[in-house]
T-cell receptor, first 113, second 111 residues
Framework: NAGVTQTPKFQVLKTGQSMTLQCAQDMNHEYMSWYRQDPGMGLRLIHYSVGAGITDQGEVPNGYNVSRSTTEDFPLRLLSAAPSQTSVYFC????????????FGSGTQLSVL | RKEVEQDPGPFNVPEGATVAFNCTYSNSASQSFFWYRQDCRKEPKLLMSVYSSGNEDGRFTAQLNRASQYISLLIRDSKLSDSATYLCAVNRVSSASKIIFGSGTRLSIRP
């Protein structure tokens, strides 16, 4: 059972470039979310989805887009990367939005130069 | 004021000691509470949920104090392997559930 799979593990971008962070889960979880983790800031919610076709903004959504076309996949798109988006990104899922025990992917370390 | 606050530490305690740390939350309507453990450069993993009646899992005990709006984690007979960052998480009650994390408390167990 793979759980939550994130790719890539590391990425370096130049300012202005765009990219997509991939997230897939094989647990048939309805709820998926993206967090970023910065030193001293903890995990901050970027976007989340309560099911296929439904997404909503978290605490820090600016500069990011998401879509949820299938239950399994929840990609995060950086539209025009900025140095302020240098961070570690975690995708997480849970069975439903009521059962809020989160399972995390292994993270993507992103540097924007 | 942050919605969920933790003492960042580090807590540096000898092996075998008992250590406890708290996490305060500001939304009195919050309903779900969790402790996660995060090792260096790894993803957070659920350690335990926190129930109103308190709960225990081996050497770990979690408590909820709704009146004072904090949760606590107690680790007894600490092991070197307990060294990690401990994150508390609280749900934000709104139109949809959002889990808000504290910044984490760093624990270091010395031999």
């Amino acid at each position: 059972n793979a759980g939550v799979t994130q790719t890539p593990k590391f990425q370096v971008l130049k300012t202005g470039q765009s990219m997509t962070l991939q997230c897939a889960q094989d647990m048939n979880h309805e709820y998926m979310s993206w967090y970023r983790q910065d030193p001293g800031m903890g995990l901050r919610l970027i976007h989340y989805s309560v099911g296929a076709g439904i997404t909503d903004q978290g605490e820090v959504p600016n500069g990011y887009n998401v879509s949820r076309s299938t239950t399994e996949d929840f990609p995060l798109r950086l539209l025009s990367a900025a140095p302020s988006q240098t961070s570690v990104y975690f995708c997480a899922s849970s069975e439903t939005d009521i059962n809020e025990k989160l399972f995390f992917g292994s993270g993507t370390q992103l540097s924007v130069l | 004021r942050k919605e969920v606050e933790q003492d960042p530490g580090p807590f540096n305690v000898p092996e075998g000691a008992t250590v406890a740390f708290n996490c305060t939350y500001s939304n009195s309507a919050s309903q779900s509470f969790f402790w996660y453990r995060q090792d260096c450069r790894k993803e957070p993993k659920l350690l335990m949920s926190v129930y109103s009646s308190g709960n225990e899992d081996g050497r770990f005990t979690a408590q909820l104090n709704r009146a004072s709006q904090y949760i606590s984690l107690l680790i007894r007979d600490s092991k070197l392997s307990d060294s990690a960052t401990y994150l508390c998480a609280v749900n934000r009650v709104s139109s949809a559930s959002k889990i808000i994390f504290g910044s984490g408390t760093r624990l270091s167990i010395r031999p």
